[in-house]
């Protein structure tokens, strides 16, 4: 099963093909990236820079799980991520929004082994996607997704333990994320490290900012608040081994951040101190006029349409393109 938040271990060398799809853009040798060889007028190779890790969240406001390969559906989303969602009977989600006590639920999901698109072609899944769920006195429960029974079966424990009755709902083409016209969200590992520095004081750790801020693709070996860059006028996009992603908006934060993933606890003042320092160290290369304000972190892409379908992989290499 894939472990909440297990380490991504070593990253695997960039690869230097992929399928036929759009394999005349792939066109930097994995040789190429490592020593720096490649020459380009239009685009800028980053010889450290690579996809770190990958991370979705298969029932949307619990927690997340690092995957080493993702497909990107035709939505745009990535497979799995968000793919589940509690409503009300309103048809209201139920998320950390709206509650705390989702902090106190730990969680655990394997999607199986069948991709979306191995799926289409008749290929079955070694195990049907399950759930596992630690309630605060340790009880452990499973569920079985796949089926409207097991689905029903998660969303009365879940309608107990949070008091409300609930319909556990799936989509498998784009998911139950918050911008459904875009993709996913994109961070820099240095922006994490960052922002924990900010609240060290606080007990913060990268792996905490990383579980308060949610993001679905992690890029390592950049310099803080890259992704900044991506939005704006003129502003470029970035390729993940010839996947294009393009800039849409910087992400505003709601009240999640602020709280402790584990306990829930709140950090006093927390949005007051991020504004200070989000703004004492804005780049000076990015877009000013493309944010509203400084409570923001991380930033909503979208995938080129010609790439959906195409599969991340740990490890990538990742370059920006001028065009």
Known sequence: ?????????????????????????????????RTNNYMCVSCHILPMARLERLRVYPIKGLDGIELETAELLAGGTLASDREFALFDADGEVLNGKRTERVHDLRTDFDPGVATPSQRRGGGEAAETAVLEVEAPDGEVVRFELETETGRDRAADWFGDFFDVELTLERDRTLGY?????????VISTATLETVADWFDDEGMTVEGARRRLRANVEIGGVEPFWEDRFVGEDAPAFEVDGVRFEGVTPCGRCVVPRRDPESGEPIEEFRQRFVEKREETFPDWADADAFDHYYTVMLISRVAEADRGETLRVGDSVRVVDD
Do not use: F, K, L, Y
């Open 1 to 33: 099963m894939t472990r909440r938040g297990a380490p991504a271990g070593n990253p695997i060398e960039p690869s230097s093909e992929r399928s036929a799809t759009g394999a005349d853009r792939r066109t930097v040798a994995a040789d190429d990236v």
């Open 177 to 185: 994320v918050d911008r459904r016209e875009m993709g996913p969200s």
